[in-house]
């Protein structure tokens, strides 16, 4: 079984800064891309940033320049840097990653992490 574990949601004053990180466990494979989506109240989820296997990057225009995608392959776990956080990045924040078990890949979800960017 595979499981994504999201952390280091917290509450911070705007302009400042975060980092999220999403740990990938189970019988895994391989994994093809790893990314960040986040849903705030009343609103769909969206794409905050992704990563391909190879490094890849794409962001949402609304975070470019603030926020920054990594991974470490050999940890299975993906980061988000976020800086100069906005009222606005306030959401729920959650892991997706292609991961292979067996023979084919499949899209998995973490849990979330709320994010509350307030003064």
């Known amino acids: 079984q595979v499981q994504l574990v999201e952390s280091g949601g917290a509450m911070v004053q705007p302009g400042g800064s975060l980092r999220l990180s999403c740990a990938a466990s189970?019988?895994?494979?391989?994994?093809?891309?790893m990314g960040w989506y986040r849903q705030a109240p009343g609103k769909e989820r969206e794409l905050v940033a992704r990563m391909s296997s190879g490094g890849s990057t794409v962001y949402a225009d609304s975070v470019k320049g603030r926020f920054t995608i990594s991974r470490d392959n050999a940890k299975k776990t993906a980061y988000l840097q976020m800086n100069s956080l906005k009222p606005e990045d306030t959401a729920v924040y959650y892991c997706?990653?292609?991961?292979?078990?067996?023979?084919?890949?499949?899209?998995?979800w973490g849990q979330g992490t709320q994010v509350i960017v307030s003064s």
């Open positions: 189970g019988s895994i494979s391989s994994i093809n891309d």
């Open positions: 997706n990653a292609e991961i292979r078990v067996t023979f084919r890949f499949d899209r998995y």
